[in-house]
């Protein structure tokens, strides 16, 4: 493999299939099921998901006139919603997962504890990061840049909904867009790319994490990442 250990970065709209707001089993179980391969390729995987199936703090909270820090925390509740539906889609293939959450809430998630995290990585099991970093102000991004930076893992997966990689543009909103297959970190910061944010990007750099842009709907792209192939965007240092 070329990664042993790795950070799964998942959108929360990922998990929206065809619904327009919630959780979709049928992408949820697909996800589960191309980690399921990952591991038994003889992978590490720790996983990070968004919220924004379910709220998105800065956008939602302005609708509802909650001030930003108060829109983020109910983002990071969202984010444990959805990591404990993925860890019951994980259970249900018979693959141990545990949740940590950095917000503690004893009786559905374990306590982010980064030691315990690692021992439950070398244990085989999957382990998926959820409330974010626990801090208002930041993404969900930035917490798989951190997590990722915490638990030494050798590369970040960014699986996007519907966008297979790095474009100089919105392929969906510009046809003429180009896909770019290698990029620097710098490129993403100076060039103000919206695949992830800036602070994530930073720390990756910082970190010399290597990240990987790819669609979330690509079967077996997991697989394929470990084993080298090329698929999406590689994002490092020149």
């Known amino acids: 493999m070329k990664y042993k250990r790795i950070l799964l970065k998942i959108s929360g709209e990922a998990l929206l299939g065809e619904q327009q707001f919630g959780i979709d089993q049928k992408p949820v179980q697909m996800i589960a099921e191309e980690i399921k391969k990952a591991r038994e390729l003889g992978a590490e995987i720790a996983v990070v998901v968004g919220g924004g199936n379910i709220f998105r703090g800065m956008k939602n909270s302005a609708k509802l006139g909650m001030d930003?820090?108060?829109?983020?925390?109910?983002?990071?509740l969202a984010t444990v919603m959805n990591a404990i539906a993925l860890q019951s889609a994980l259970n249900?293939?018979?693959?141990?997962?545990?949740?940590?959450?950095?917000?503690?809430?004893?009786?559905?998630?374990?306590?982010?504890?980064?030691?315990?995290?690692?021992?439950?990585?070398e244990k085989g099991r999957v382990v998926i990061f959820a409330a974010g970093t626990g801090n208002p102000f930041f993404t969900t991004d930035?917490?798989?840049?951190?997590?990722?930076?915490?638990?030494?893992?050798?590369?970040?997966?960014?699986?996007?909904?519907?966008?297979?990689?790095?474009?100089?543009?919105?392929?969906?909103?510009?046809?003429?867009?180009?896909?770019?297959?290698?990029?620097?970190?710098?490129?993403?910061?100076?060039?103000?790319?919206?695949?992830?944010?800036?602070a994530a990007c930073a720390l990756c750099k910082q970190n010399e994490i290597p990240i990987v842009v790819f669609d979330f709907e690509s079967k077996n792209g997991i697989v394929d990442i470990l084993n080298g192939k090329d698929l999406g965007t590689y994002i490092e240092k020149r």
Request: with cysteine; charged share 25%; hydrophobic share 40%.
């Open 68 to 76: 930003q820090a108060s829109g983020d925390y109910v983002g990071m």
């Open 92 to 121: 249900q293939m018979e693959i141990p997962c545990r949740v940590q959450s950095a917000i503690t809430m004893n009786q559905i998630a374990e306590p982010y504890i980064r030691h315990r995290a690692i021992r439950h990585l």
């Open 142 to 198: 930035t917490a798989a840049a951190l997590r990722a930076s915490e638990i030494n893992a050798e590369a970040m997966l960014m699986a996007k909904n519907g966008v297979d990689g790095v474009y100089t543009d919105d392929p969906k909103t510009n046809p003429n867009a180009k896909k770019m297959d290698k990029i620097t970190y710098d490129d993403i910061i100076v060039n103000g790319l919206k695949v992830m944010d800036t």
